[in-house]
Nanobody
Framework: QVQLVESGGGLVQAGGSLRLSCAAS????????MGWFRQAPGKEREFVTV????????YYADSVKGRFTISRDNAKNTIYLQMNSLKPEDTAVYYC????????????????????WGQGTQVTVSS
């Protein structure tokens, strides 16, 4: 069983920055591929970014590319999402998740391929 706890959300003006954290339990955290997703009211959960177990592979949704950066610290069992140049359309609940074991090196953007989720943290960007 893996437990994930997100933090760092809040209210920020457009153009501002936030850094989200996701702390994970489990001795094998360093082997997990981890993702960030978000869900706005009335919308489906959407992929934001993913990072491989060693940080060697990252992938971003087009909507956040160049503005958001995912990173991880395996010594602290934590991943981060640095969000810059925030826009009102970034407003959502942000979730971190653990990707199911797939073929070596494969990262996926599909929520069904993630089997552990945090409770989410609210990010609100005002215009």
């Amino acid at each position: 069983q893996v437990q994930l706890v997100e933090s760092g959300g809040g209210l920020v003006q457009a153009g501002g920055s936030l850094r989200l954290s996701c702390a994970a339990s489990g001795r094998t955290f360093s082997s997990y591929t981890m993702g960030w997703f978000r869900q706005a009211p009335g919308k489906e959960r959407e992929f934001v970014t993913v990072i491989s177990w060693n940080g060697g592979t990252t992938y971003y949704a087009d909507s956040v590319k160049g503005r958001f950066t995912i990173s991880r610290d395996n010594a602290k069992n934590t991943i981060y999402l640095q969000m810059n140049s925030l826009k009102p359309e970034d407003t959502a609940v942000y979730y971190c998740a653990v990707q199911k074991p797939l073929a070596l090196g494969v990262v996926t953007t599909i929520p069904l391929n993630y089997n552990y989720w945090g409770q989410g943290t609210q990010v609100t960007v005002s215009s």
